[in-house]
């Protein structure tokens, strides 16, 4: 017997829509203030140029979030798929991220500071964040039967 197919999003998706939702638009306004602060940077230095770098994959990341809620709200065929992408580009520049900050903390490039060390936790909770959606899109039932390959399953669970 085949499994219904669901028509809406529901249970963790709500979360996981929600959450990159508010993440995209934050991550898309965040961009303005951590580029501001990249060019405050005074001497202009390797750091404000790491800075205003990651103030621009922030807004890809956030464009990016946008585009895949988006796509799961509307059911696209695609969408796991382009959330898996994103769930991947997130784990990769965040470590990318959290990694060259800590290698400019412990070359004395820069000072450690407690907004610093904020910045590489909230990277690190990025990454584990990431791999607990991707084990979650990998495997729940809920997202097989509402994102399912099989066009031949009629539409009718809510």
């Known amino acids: 017997m085949k499994e219904l ?37 005074s ?8 800075v205003a770098l990651d103030a621009f994959l922030m807004i890809a990341i956030g464009i990016f979030q946008l585009i895949v809620v988006y796509q799961m709200l509307k059911l696209k065929p695609n969408a796991l798929k382009a959330a898996k992408q994103l769930l991947l580009f997130m784990i990769i520049a965040s470590a990318a991220s959290a990694t060259i900050c800590l290698f400019f903390v412990f070359n004395d490039v820069v000072r450690s500071s407690a907004a610093l060390d904020q910045f590489v936790i909230n990277r690190i909770m990025t990454v584990f964040a990431a791999l607990i959606w991707l084990l979650y899109f990998k495997m729940s039932k809920r997202v097989k039967r509402t994102f399912s390959d099989d066009s031949t399953v009629p539409p009718q669970c809510s």
């Open 5 to 41: 197919r669901y028509t809406r999003i529901g249970g963790w998706l709500i979360l996981f829509v929600f959450a990159n939702g508010l993440g995209g638009l934050l991550n898309s306004l965040k961009f303005f203030s951590e580029f501001s602060s990249a060019i405050a940077i």
């Open 43 to 50: 001497p202009p230095s390797i750091f404000s140029a790491y």
